[in-house]
């Protein structure tokens, strides 16, 4: 899932603060629920590698549907955490999420340090 000895060479840099970019909407509930999961399981091997992790999926998961705000909120959000990280752990699919997309957007042009589950 993650090549640790890359990514504890970035710890050591002072980069500890780290955002996970990936799916998280989906066509059903299910699938939404694997995409959270999938995230939930990533950021606990980067906590476990020494990071401080973001994790907008776990942040708000499922608010959309008790909340009644815009939709367009919780992307603010994630960008706005996203801009206080250090770097950023984007996982596999996440060229397929338009939010993801943006996130990553934001990350190249702050020039924040962007790792790939795929590449590991």
Known sequence: ???????????????????VSGPY????EGEKAQNIWHAVR?????????????????NSAHF???AKLDESIWLEGGLEM???CDC???????GESEGS???YNLAQE?????????SY
């Open 101 to 103: 997309v943006v996130e």
């Open 1 to 19: 899932m993650i090549k640790t000895d890359y990514l504890r060479l970035q710890i050591k840099g002072g980069k500890r603060l780290i955002f």
């Open 82 to 84: 996203l801009s206080r």
């Open 110 to 118: 702050l020039e924040l340090p962007i790792y790939y589950e795929d």
């Open 88 to 94: 950023v752990f984007m996982l596999s699919g996440w």
């Open 42 to 58: 990533v950021a606990c091997r980067l906590w476990e590698l020494g990071f401080f992790v973001i994790c907008p999926h776990t």
């Open 25 to 28: 909407k989906a066509k059903t």
């Open 64 to 66: 959309e549907s008790l």
